[in-house]
C-alpha cells in the first residue's frame, strides 16, 4: 500500500476543491506537496467543465456561505454523474443547525467515496452526542472503532475519523493509525489538508480504503516526524510541508505505526 505514493508523483491527479476559505491556499500546496495538482472553484457556471475534467472532487463545508450550498450539492452531483471520487469534509457539523441539514442534504443526494471528519463529527453524523466547541473537536482517547465502522455502513462509503488515533473504515475493515502529533490542532486545517491528500490518492487505487488510509497516514506521520524537534508552531507548520513533500516507501515503512 506504500507504493501509493510513487504512484501519486507519476499520475499527478488533479484535485479538484470546493472548500474551506480560511484553509484554501494551505489545501492547494498541502495538494501540490503530495504530488497532485489542485484545482480550486467557487462557480456554479463551471462545474460541469471542471468536474468532468477532475481525477476526484473535495467537498467541504468549513466556511459556511448561504450561496454555495447548493453549489456543493451540484458538484456532488456531478462528481456522481462522471463517475469521480468525491470526498466529504463535514466541518463542525454539530456547531450548528445549518451545517448539520446541509450534511444530511450532502448524504442523501450524492455518493460519497470517502466521508472525513474529526471523532466528533463522526460521531454526530452516527447519531452520537458528541462533545466540542465551534468546530473544534475534543477526543477523550476511547476506542471509537465500532462506531465509525457502523458509520462507514450506514454511509456505504469510507469514513475516516481522526484524532488521539486515526480510525479509517469502509464497513469491514478498520485500519488504526498511532502516529501523529497533539501539535497538528495548533495549525488551522489539518483536517482539511488531510482531506486533499485523501483525494489526491483516490485516483491511484479502486480501493478507497487505501486512499484514505495513506491520505490520513501521511498527515499524521508527518506531522510526528515535523515535531520531533519540538519546533514553534510557526516552524512546525514549514516543517509538516516539508516533510509531505519528501515522504517516499521507505519512511512509510520505517516510521509508520499502524494496525491494519
Known amino acids: 500500500m506504500y507504493e501509493l505514493i510513487n504512484k501519486v508523483k507519476e499520475l499527478n491527479p488533479l484535485v479538484l476543491h470546493y472548500t474551506n476559505n480560511v484553509t484554501i491556499t494551505d489545501c492547494a500546496n498541502m495538494t501540490l506537496a503530495i504530488g497532485a495538482s489542485p484545482l480550486m472553484s467557487f462557480s456554479y457556471e463551471e462545474v460541469e467543465d471542471m468536474v468532468s475534467v477532475a481525477s476526484a472532487v473535495v467537498i467541504n463545508i468549513g466556511t459556511m456561505n448561504s450561496s454555495y450550498l447548493d453549489l456543493f450539492v451540484k458538484a456532488g452531483k456531478a462528481a456522481n454523474k462522471y463517475n469521480k471520487p468525491v470526498v466529504l469534509d463535514p466541518v463542525g457539523v454539530f456547531a450548528s443547525k445549518a451545517r448539520g441539514e446541509l450534511t444530511n442534504k450532502l448524504l442523501n443526494e450524492v455518493n460519497f467515496t470517502v466521508v472525513r471528519g474529526n471523532i466528533s463529527e463522526i460521531k454526530f453524523i452516527g447519531g452520537l452526542d458528541v462533545a466540542g466547541k465551534g468546530v473544534d473537536s475534543f477526543d477523550d482517547g476511547s476506542d471509537a472503532s465500532?462506531?465509525?465502522?457502523a458509520v462507514a455502513k450506514k454511509l456505504n462509503c469510507t469514513v475516516?475519523?481522526?484524532g488521539i488515533t486515526d480510525l479509517v473504515s469502509d464497513g469491514e475493515k478498520v485500519y488504526k493509525i498511532f502516529n501523529g502529533t497533539a501539535k497538528l490542532k495548533k495549525i488551522t486545517g489539518t483536517g482539511c489538508m488531510s482531506s486533499?491528500?485523501?483525494?489526491?490518492f483516490l485516483p491511484c487505487t479502486d480501493k478507497p480504503i487505501e486512499a484514505a488510509f495513506m491520505g490520513t497516514?501521511?498527515?499524521?506521520?508527518?506531522?510526528?516526524?515535523a515535531d520531533i524537534t519540538k519546533p514553534a508552531v510557526g516552524t512546525f507548520k514549514t516543517y509538516l510541508f516539508d516533510n509531505i513533500d519528501t515522504l517516499d516507501v521507505e519512511t512509510f515503512e520505517k516510521y509508520a505505526k499502524v494496525e491494519l
Open 196 to 200: 486533499s491528500l485523501i483525494a489526491s
Open 146 to 149: 465500532e462506531i465509525v465502522k
Open 160 to 162: 475516516v475519523a481522526s
Open 217 to 225: 497516514l501521511s498527515m499524521s506521520l508527518s506531522g510526528e516526524l
